[in-house]
């Protein structure tokens, strides 16, 4: 299975080298679509209101704030509150895992130890089946999809 991120999960003076994987892979079904008689592909312009094909390097992005009403992003302003990646799992707290209500998880990943950290790693695994514990931290793994730049070559695919 591929690597989503490597870095260190750290707790008081303890850094342990760790890889993320994902502990579930997302099945679905594309389809495209096609005109019934040639089954020949379909397209979508980006149109204006007045019905003019806009380019993709003259597209904003905005929020609708009242109808007809927008505040408009730039790309620097997105930027700027785009969390950072994050080479540590800071371990803030360790609780019991029945305090955690299982509506909070979002997405399920697994770590594993790098090679050279499988001793500490399994040290730290057996101490939290032991206590019936888990820790508690906040991690940014963002990688940015859609930016302006791509968008562009997305487009063109």
């Given at each position: 299975m591929k690597t989503v991120w490597r870095g260190m999960i750290s707790f008081g003076m303890v850094n342990i080298p760790v890889s993320l994987y994902n502990a579930t892979r997302k099945k679905t079904v594309s389809f495209k679509q096609l005109r019934k008689d040639d089954y020949s592909r379909i397209s979508y312009k980006k149109t204006a209101t007045d019905g003019v094909e806009v380019p993709q390097t003259e597209i904003a992005k905005g929020y609708e704030i009242a109808p007809d009403r927008y505040v408009v992003i730039s790309e620097a302003e997105l930027e700027a509150i785009t969390p950072k990646a994050s080479r540590v799992i800071d371990i803030a707290d360790f609780v019991?895992?029945?305090?955690i209500d299982p509506r909070h998880y979002d997405s399920s990943y697994y770590l594993?130890?790098?090679?050279?950290a499988g001793k500490a790693y399994a040290l730290l695994l057996e101490a939290l089946k032991q206590t019936e514990s888990v820790g508690v931290a906040r991690f940014s793994c963002f990688v940015a999809r859609n930016t302006w730049q791509r968008s562009d070559q997305w487009e063109r695919r």
């Open positions: 019991k895992l029945n305090q594993a130890p790098e090679p050279g």
